[in-house]
């Protein structure tokens, strides 16, 4: 099975702070990753597919970049309405359809 | 609009059963393949089981294997969880996520409102 970690899994940081997460997959996944945000009590919402393809209606301030094993989701200035969970995702395979441990985004 | 709708969550006890239901809308949903994602109190989140929009491929995480069924009624627009031998560790909350093709591997991109399944004695 593909394994996928991300780091950090607490992140603490300020409104207009540049924020990155990494994602690893235990194998080649190519580009097929896909970036969520999840606030508490509420589903999770499609930001990135395709590694770095922004799902429409996302503010452009979410970017997500990377190939085969190695992946970031970029938050370039951090916004009130930022801190959340976030969770990477690979679908390169039935492995199953794996996700990331997920990144908590606090307020510093 | 797309719209899914989780239903049948509840109390059960160990060993017992449960089915869930999605009901899909805003899109056509036989054209989609669709999944079941959990999420347990406190922790990430993990796929459960899928569907391709035919019904012809099915697919279990090693966890449910054997205990859990998923299956579609196209023509009601509807996605089914059949759940039995439930443990305490499938306490989660279930969510049903829409693919973004018929068939092979794809992401979700858009979820629904989730339902509580209580696995207790």
């Known amino acids: 099975d593909i394994q996928m970690t991300q780091s950090p899994s607490t992140l603490s940081a300020s409104v207009g702070d540049r924020v990155t997460i990494t994602c690893r997959a235990s194998q080649s996944i190519n580009s097929w990753l896909a970036w969520y945000q999840q606030k508490p009590g509420k589903a999770p919402k499609l930001l990135i597919y395709?590694?770095?393809r922004l799902e429409s209606g996302v503010p452009s301030r979410f970017s997500g970049s990377g190939s085969g094993t190695e992946f970031t989701l970029t938050i370039s200035s951090l916004q009130p309405d930022d801190f959340a969970t976030y969770y990477c995702?690979?679908?390169?395979?039935?492995?199953?359809?794996?996700f990331g441990q997920g990144t908590k985004v606090e307020i510093k | 609009e797309v719209q899914l709708l989780e239903s049948g969550g509840g109390l059960v006890q160990p060993g017992g059963s449960l089915r869930l239901s999605c009901a899909g809308s805003?899109?056509?949903?036989?054209?989609?393949?669709m999944s079941w994602v959990r999420q347990a109190p406190g922790k990430g989140l993990e796929w459960v089981s899928g569907i391709s929009g035919s019904v012809d491929s099915t697919y279990y995480a090693d966890s449910v294997k054997g205990r859990f069924t998923i299956s579609r009624d196209n023509s009601k627009n509807t996605l089914y969880l059949q759940m039995n031998s439930l443990r305490d560790e499938d306490t989660a909350v279930y969510y049903c996520?829409?693919?973004?093709?018929?068939?092979?591997?794809?992401?979700?991109?858009?979820w629904g409102q989730g339902t509580l399944v209580t696995v207790s004695s």
């Open positions: 395709k590694a770095s």
């Open positions: 805003g899109f056509t949903f036989s054209s989609y393949g």
């Open positions: 996520a829409k693919g973004v093709t018929g068939s092979g591997i794809y992401n979700f991109d858009h």
């Open positions: 995702q690979q679908y390169n395979s039935y492995s199953p359809w794996a």
